[in-house]
């Protein structure tokens, strides 16, 4: 392969082998779901028959009964709680489920007299024993919103299983209470306090109890993860981005994503050498880096090694988006991970742009146009503009996203006018006899990174929505038009999902799975933006650039691409904060990437979409 790459190293062998995760936390994992359903179910449903030990109970404290319900119950929520940790190898998640198994044992036996059941639970005590080097991953970087999290969704589960547990019990209530008295009594019961259900015998005594111990599990949880120490998610230190610049001012100019490694929300792992890097950021479980290690190409393998070595230490699933063929190249031939094409860059070589010609007709028309409706264009470098101008872009920058989660990852800088990006190219749409507004007479902004010393890759489009439709032809344009004063060659533009299978299921000839594929891809366009985005590129003539994404295995792709999504921001699991804290935060949150206007010519809805 060209690039001097070298041969693959011995690691790289031994994953090519099979990086796949071991089964027997796979296994462990489901078997103490199951177990922990089992622990529930005996301690919510009474016993259906009576047990061979029915006698010795009659022995036992009347109050006993309800502690082993509580008890079963407990335990059994806990360890589905842990399941997902141990499928996970999670060395924590080890731990408790050690010490939770011999006590969901006890409950069963206790309770429903089931030796069965408490065979199972020690049972799976004996396999997490005789397994236990296998669960060694390290714990996740967190914050304290899981605490609050787990408080929404313990809650949640805990009134759906409240009800279930209040009304099992049909034969020992008393009178027929509603829906509402039961609702009521699961609420009282989770503090600690008797409801309006009432019921015959020690019923009462196990309803409360087993309520009681959803109140505490949730409660517990929740203060144990509000008060934990702290792991923030991954930022880029001051140390790591200089490192990062000297790499960028060396062999940036090979990847056009090579700048957007410099977002602050991602962590970096070097190669031994420091000649080479791979910057990531870790979404649900899954280690997430974005275009090419940075750096040099005879260094890759290092950092790839360093990268998958502290995947498999925290058992995170290490995956790849938007890399190129030579990226992709040396990813799979390093560790063994396959390649999947993503969809295309487009790159427009400046000397061979112009608004000449047919196929440009569309594009001219439309910059002439709003030409003549007074507006006026502007592209400068960052470090040319003034404070009071840089605080008034980022201002409208803001205030024209047009979502409330700041979207991109991949291709997105997260960030305007820092003294540290005084190279970024920015481009700006002016109409003087405009209604005065908040930012003057600024309707439109474009800004550009660094692509080597003589390219530039779009970051993100802005408009005022009050703007004639057309703004993001007319900044593009005007950029191109001015690449040549700044010495620039190339220009990157959005990045077009799945646009080889766009461009190949319309044209005349294509089968019916390949017209079937982009009827798929035009449908999820109305929430996605795939052909709208692909056709707006397409009208700027550039080349297209495969980009790929490497994964593990096939069974990781829905569970990659839904990381991405959050990543990008398509998807927000998080719980949102008020308008005015965000504003306060701008500085430390991604920013989105490119957007990119439809291509329509009535103004009724004219929508910026968003490079995936």
């Not at 490497?550 to 069974?555: E, H």
Request: proline share 5%.
């Amino acid at each position: 392969m060209s690039g001097g790459v070298p041969s693959r190293s011995s690691w790289a062998r031994r994953i090519v082998r099979g990086p796949r995760p071991e089964a027997a936390p796979a296994l462990v994992g489901r078997a103490c779901a199951v177990v922990g359903l089992l622990d529930i179910a005996a301690g919510v449903f009474p016993r259906f028959r009576h047990s061979r030990m029915h006698a010795m109970a009659e022995v036992l404290p009347g109050s006993f009964g309800p502690f082993a319900a509580a008890l079963s119950l407990s335990a059994g929520v806990l360890l589905l709680l842990l399941a997902h940790g141990l499928r996970r190898r999670k060395r924590r998640a080890w731990r408790a489920a050690v010490a939770l198994l011999p006590a969901g044992a006890a409950a069963q036996f206790v309770y429903r007299h089931s030796l069965t059941g408490a065979l199972i639970s020690l049972a799976l005590l004996v396999l997490l024993l005789r397994h236990r080097d296998e669960f060694a991953a390290l714990p996740d970087p967190r914050s304290r919103w899981r605490a609050l999290a787990n408080f929404v969704l313990m809650s949640a589960g805990s009134l759906v299983l409240g009800l279930v547990i209040v009304s099992v019990h049909p034969n020992r209530t008393i009178g027929d209470p509603s829906v509402a008295d039961r609702l009521t009594h699961v609420l009282y019961g989770l503090f600690g306090f008797e409801g309006p259900v009432n019921y015959e015998g020690n019923t009462s005594w196990t309803v409360a109890f087993s309520l009681g111990a959803l109140g505490w599990i949730t409660a517990v949880t929740t203060i144990y993860l509000a008060f934990r120490p702290e792991h923030p998610a991954a930022r880029l230190t001051d140390e790591d981005e200089a490192r990062l610049r000297a790499l960028l001012e060396k062999h940036g100019g090979r990847d056009s994503l090579g700048h957007f490694a410099l977002r602050r929300d991602k962590a970096v792992v070097f190669s031994p050498s420091g000649k080479a890097a791979v910057t990531y950021r870790v979404v649900s479980g899954v280690m997430l880096a974005s275009g090419d290690p940075i750096g040099d190409v005879e260094a890759w393998p290092g950092a790839i090694e360093r990268f998958m070595d502290e995947a498999k230490a925290h058992s995170w699933t290490p995956a790849v988006m938007g890399c190129s063929e030579t990226g992709g190249e040396v990813w799979t031939r390093e560790t063994g991970l396959d390649a999947l094409e993503l969809g295309d860059e487009a790159v427009v070589d400046v000397a061979d742009f112009s608004l000449a010609g047919r196929a440009m007709r569309n594009v001219r028309q439309m910059v002439k146009r709003i030409e003549r409706a007074g507006y006026e264009t502007r592209v400068r470098r960052i470090g040319d503009l003034g404070e009071a101008e840089l605080d008034r872009i980022r201002r409208a920058a803001e205030d024209w996203r047009g979502t409330d989660t700041e979207r991109g990852f991949s291709m997105a800088l997260g960030r305007i006018g820092d003294p540290a990006d005084a190279d970024c190219l920015i481009a700006t749409a002016h109409k003087a006899d405009a209604e005065p507004g908040p930012y003057g007479d600024l309707k439109a902004i474009l800004h550009f990174v660094p692509w080597g010393t003589d390219g530039v890759s779009l970051d993100l489009m802005r408009r005022d929505r009050s703007a004639d439709p057309g703004m993001n032809e007319l900044l593009i344009v005007a950029a191109l038009q001015a690449a040549p004063k700044f010495g620039i060659t190339r220009v990157s533009l959005n990045f077009a999902m799945f646009r080889s299978a766009l461009a190949r299921g319309e044209k005349i000839g294509a089968g019916p799975v390949l017209r079937a594929w982009r009827g798929l891809l035009v449908f999820l366009s109305r929430w996605f933006q795939i052909e709208s985005l692909y056709k707006f590129n397409a009208k700027f003539q550039p080349r297209w650039e495969p980009r790929f994404v490497v994964y593990r295995a096939s069974g990781d792709l829905p569970r990659i691409g839904f990381a991405a999504m959050q990543a990008e921001g398509f998807v927000n699991l998080a719980l949102p904060l008020p308008r005015f804290l965000l504003r306060r935060s701008a500085a430390a949150r991604p920013c989105s990437h490119a957007l990119a206007e439809r291509d329509v010519r009535d103004v009724r809805d004219v929508r910026d979409v968003r490079a995936a």
